[in-house]
C-alpha cells in the first residue's frame, strides 16, 4: 500500500492567515492526490482533485500543488469556516489511502 | 442532487456480522462513470478504504479486510449493501457510503452522513 504522511498533525492560524499543509506519498503517484476538509461530525468533502482541480463549488482561496511525491494544500485568507481537519488522498494504486489528517484550529 | 443515505442495524456484538446499506438518490447507481464505495472511520482516527461495487457487480476490496467482506449493489432499488463477518472491537467505526468518480481523474465526490457501528458485547 502506498503510504501518505501528512506535515504537521495540528496548526493553529487566525483568521486571514494564509496557511500551508504537506502530504508526501511513499511512492511517485503523479498528480493522483485529493484534498478533503472534514469538519465535527460531519463526512469529509471533496476539495481539490488531481492535485490542483477545484472541485465544484470550492472558493479559490484553496489552492493545491504538486507531482511525484510532495503536494501541497494551501488556503489564503482563512476564513472561520475554514478550521476543521484536511486529509489527502492518493488514487495511483488500490487500496486508496488517506493521509493521517491535519487538525487546523482557530489561534 | 445526488445523496447518499447509510442504514443498519444498530450495535453488533464481537464475532457476529455487520451488514450495512446505502441507499442512492439523485444519480442511477447504473451510471457508468462512477464505482460505491464504502470507507470507514474509527472514532478520533483516520479514513480507511473498505471496497467498492460497479453497477455491473465488478468488487474491489481492501486485502486487509478481503477475507471477511463482502459488497453487493441491487440496481433495482438504486441500493449497495456491505456485509463485515467476524467483526471485533476493531470495526467500531464510522461508516460511510460514497460516490467515486471511477475515471481519471479517480475522486470521491460524494459522501453519506455516515453511520456509526459500535461493536461491543
Known amino acids: 500500500d502506498i503510504q501518505m504522511t501528512q506535515s504537521p498533525s495540528s496548526l493553529s492560524a487566525s483568521v486571514g492567515d494564509r496557511v500551508t499543509i504537506t502530504c508526501r506519498a511513499s511512492?511517485?503517484?503523479?498528480?493522483?492526490l485529493n484534498w478533503y476538509q472534514q469538519k465535527p461530525g460531519k463526512a469529509p468533502n471533496l476539495l481539490i482533485y488531481?492535485?490542483?482541480s477545484w472541485h465544484s463549488g470550492v472558493p479559490s482561496r484553496f489552492s493545491g500543488s504538486g507531482s511525484g511525491t510532495d503536494f501541497t494544500l494551501t488556503i489564503s485568507g482563512l476564513q472561520p469556516e475554514d478550521f476543521a481537519t484536511y486529509y489527502c488522498?492518493?488514487?495511483?494504486?488500490?487500496?486508496?489511502?488517506f493521509g493521517q489528517g491535519t487538525r487546523l484550529d482557530i489561534k | 442532487q445526488v445523496q447518499l443515505q447509510e442504514s443498519g442495524p444498530g450495535p453488533v456484538k464481537p464475532s457476529e456480522t455487520l451488514s450495512l446499506t446505502c441507499s442512492v438518490s439523485?444519480?442511477?447507481?447504473?451510471?457508468?462513470?462512477?464505482?460505491w464505495d464504502w470507507i470507514r472511520q474509527p472514532p478520533g482516527k483516520g479514513l480507511e478504504w473498505i471496497g467498492n461495487?460497479?453497477?455491473?457487480?465488478?468488487?474491489h476490496y481492501n486485502p486487509s479486510l478481503k477475507s471477511r467482506l463482502s459488497i453487493s449493489v441491487d440496481t433495482s432499488k438504486n441500493q449497495f449493501s456491505l456485509t463485515l463477518t467476524s467483526v471485533t472491537a476493531a470495526d467500531t467505526a464510522m461508516y460511510y457510503c460514497?460516490?467515486?468518480?471511477?475515471?481519471?481523474?479517480?475522486?470521491?465526490?460524494?459522501w453519506g452522513q455516515g453511520i456509526l457501528v459500535t461493536v461491543s458485547s
Open positions: 460514497v460516490r467515486r468518480f471511477g475515471s481519471w481523474p479517480d475522486y470521491f465526490d460524494h
Open positions: 439523485g444519480d442511477s447507481i447504473s451510471n457508468s462513470n462512477y464505482y
Open positions: 461495487i460497479y453497477y455491473s457487480g465488478d468488487t
Open positions: 511512492q511517485n503517484i503523479a498528480t493522483y
Open positions: 488531481a492535485a490542483s
Open positions: 488522498q492518493q488514487s495511483y494504486s488500490s487500496p486508496p489511502t
